[in-house]
């Protein structure tokens, strides 16, 4: 079984630029987030998906930031326009359910804003 | 507000000798907690997880953890470093009931490990 596969694994990109990201999780999965992790802290969650409703998005900056999840499989979340300070590792995780089950993760995407 | 510290930024130990990596955590209710490794370009993998019960807790590669009440910690053990533990460990703890997606992470531990 395939995990969860994110691309692309990295992007340059130059300041003011527009940029996404694209996430695939697990068959089955109804349940999917977006992490954001900052060099050298632990991820932060971004969003929360339940099939294809965002359910918490509070830490979402949504100035800039939008996702969606269309048909309640892959997700996109784009950053438009991007900022030096966002230069992260974004991870995408999905589980079968809200409840007791586990997350699996992406390998993430490498994103540098010059 | 829930949160978990990781105390330690950085550990260096020898191949063989046993390890300990400290997590204390502020919860409000009673919580569920995770230890997760990050190796270099990878994704993250889930070691164990506390959601009640016994309060040792075995996981995969050999690792365990015991979680402390009275201390509010959750600190993950090996008895004996492999090379190949040389990575990130990162604690956590669920933000919403008992849902093992949404989480507070702590940091992280950068483990390194000298032949």
């Known amino acids: 079984e395939a995990g969860v596969v994110q691309s692309p694994r990295y992007k340059i990109i130059e300041k003011k630029q527009p940029v996404a990201f694209w996430c695939n999780p697990i068959?089955?999965?109804?349940?999917l987030y977006w992490y954001l992790q900052n060099l050298g802290q632990g991820p932060e969650l971004l969003i929360r998906?339940?099939?294809?409703?965002?359910?918490?998005d509070s830490q979402l900056p949504k100035d800039r930031f939008s996702a969606e999840r269309l048909k309640g499989v892959d997700s996109t979340l784009k950053i438009q326009p991007a900022e030096l300070g966002d230069s992260a590792v974004y991870l995408c995780?999905?589980?079968?359910?809200?409840?007791?089950?586990?997350?699996?993760f992406g390998q993430g995407t490498r994103l540098t804003v010059v | 507000a829930q949160s978990v510290t990781q105390p330690d930024i950085h550990i260096t130990v020898s191949e063989g000798a046993s390890l300990e990596l400290r997590c204390n955590y502020s919860?409000?209710?009673?919580?569920?907690l995770f230890w997760y490794v990050q190796s270099p370009g990878q994704g993250l993998q889930l070691l164990l997880k506390?959601?009640?019960?016994?309060?040792l807790v075995q996981g995969i590669k050999g690792f365990e953890a015991e979680f402390k009440r009275s201390q509010s910690s959750f600190n993950l053990r090996k008895p004996s470093v492999h090379w190949s533990d040389a990575a990130e460990y990162f604690c956590?703890?669920?933000?919403?009931?008992?849902?093992?997606?949404?989480?507070?992470f702590g940091k992280g531990t950068k483990l390194s490990v000298k032949p």
């Open positions: 995780a999905s589980s079968r359910g809200l409840s007791n089950t586990e997350a699996f």
């Open positions: 068959s089955g999965h109804n349940t």
């Open positions: 998906y339940e099939n294809e409703e965002a359910v918490d």
């Open positions: 919860y409000g209710a009673t919580p569920y």
């Open positions: 506390y959601f009640s019960g016994d309060t």
């Open positions: 956590a703890v669920s933000g919403y009931g008992g849902s093992q997606g949404n989480l507070i």
